[in-house]
């Protein structure tokens, strides 16, 4: 190691690993590298002396012998997330003298687990937080779990009448059950049931806005976007609801321009148009009560604070004060009642309390294994020529001449070898060789002024690929599918300087299952800057970000099922600041194979049928048979992920 290399290492600070992986900037207020190089979770930043460390969660996890990889849910982010958003609606709402209250929504779509759900209904008790369906599985649970007559159940997406009547049996329960129409025809229908059943529904009309979004999801909004009423609609749905005497029945208007907007701009404008459109049908006799203005609260997945599509350029309480301000601004202009509040903010509510713990199980390094690279007499021009510019590399030759020449012995090296010029041995040798020399050309390289275009490729041609216990397919399925960032950062070891750079890979047999896009100094980079890593020691990485619809839209590629969860709840006076309330176990092997139509149970019985033939002629000897047949058995009632534990 020279001088300068030493003076980084030992200049090396938290504030330099905060500023490489960014976790304070993406973190939301719950995220820290804490003082001794591991990452910190502060599950109320209300409550900042309470602050839980990652690896003694790990190490918890581990000495309760449950496998690697896991779903951590910190359920106090996810009610302070609730209590967060509520709580600015309110404030915001006093200092804007505004007349209406915040009724939000929870959509179960973004994280239908049972856990989530409860944790959130519980929180947002106070607030009179409710609940939102999109199909009809979902408005079973719904209809099981928001319970309180005061919060709203906001029904969208396409109903047939099934969906309809489970709607009208909300109300016969005290529910205030809105069922939004997304089409004409759903309102016929709606009417023709409630009149039969006698039962008055609560109505909502869903606007086509010409208000454009941002980012992936802009196609929301416009004449093409898949739900709504257009403007003509709205009017003839409004009049036939008159017609037909439940003109009464119409309270609440909907809009939705996209989720994760970035630009806090189309909020404004949607605001603006959505409350134009309340106010014209106030004035119209219609006593409407509610304006939804939808989801679209985005997260800051990358941290840069920008109109990125894995950003956002706004924070939580300016997003708010433009939906109150706006809306006031408008119903005062066009002199009507200011409207209740709703909003269907489900990414922001359950983004930042779960996370993935993965384990690195191998590094792939480009450069393979290393090879005997003496020399020899019948050794063919090409490797003397690589030899020659490894042998000789010192701080006086120009180092982009060495790069381009050794780039050239290894593409000749390449044909030579297809057209038998040279052995398989001597290959060897030259990939050795040149791996050898750009390890040494970038580490010449490293903190220059400028860097050649094609040396800067380097970093992400010598950095290794991290074999990690998990699929990208079941857990981070956003990342594979859209493109989305989602943090990725190693649990412990930040303390001391990043030794290499790195991408990871799962276990799928998948080239798809990988992950090199990450949040590097507040940029998107290829690589992640890796503390040391031993194939010796257990090290874990943590995938963050990953609460809302990572858990709920993995598939089983590979048959890699659900995770194994653990749900860690803060106590401020165990001597860790939490404990874990409850362990999930993932997926067997027997239940993802049954999910696929197989029978384990046949399965097992035609495996041991099997191993009694070959006992019966002497190939396989009793005793093992049984251990064969133990073996089988047990791996059908197993984890589907690599078993990972080296006690």
Known sequence: MNQQENQAQTAWSIEDAERTYGVSSWGGGYFEIGKNGNIHVIPDPRLNDVRIDMKAVIDEIREENIQFPVVVRFHDVLRSQVVNLNETFREVISEAGYRGKYRGVYPIKVNQMREVVEEIVDAGQPYDYGLEAGSKPELLAVLAYNNNPNALTILNGYKDEEFIKLALLGRKLGRKVVVVIEKFSELTLLIKVAKQLDISPIVGLRAKMQSKGQGRWQGSSGERAKFGLNISEIIKAARLLEKEGMGE?????????????????????????????????????????????????????????????????????????DVIYGMREMCDLEGVEHPNIVTESGRAITAHHSCVITEVVGEIKPDGAHIDTSAADTDHFLLKNMRDLADHLDDEINYQEVYNDATQYKEQASDAFKLRVISLEELGKIETLYWSIMRKVKQFYRGAEFVPEEVQSLDFSLSSQYLCNFSIFQSAVDSWAIDQILPVVPITGLHTPPVNDGSLVDITCDSDGKIDKFVIEHAIDHVLPMPAYSSDEPFYLGLFLTGAYQDVMGDMHNLFGRLNEVHIFSYDDDPQDFYIEEFVKGSSVEHVLSVMQYHPSSMAIDIKRQIDKEVSIGNIKPREGVKWTDFYEHCLAGYTYLNTDKK
């Open 249 to 321: 029945c119409l309270k609440l208007l909907h809009f939705h321009i996209g989720s994760q907007l970035p630009e806090i701009r189309a909020i404004k404008d949607a605001v603006n148009e959505g409350a134009r459109i309340y106010a014209e049908l106030v004035k119209m006799g219609f006593a409407l009560e509610y304006v939804d203005v939808g989801g679209g609260l985005g997260i800051d997945y990358d941290g840069s604070k920008s109109t990125a599509d894995s950003s956002r350029n706004y924070s939580v309480r300016e997003y708010v004060a």
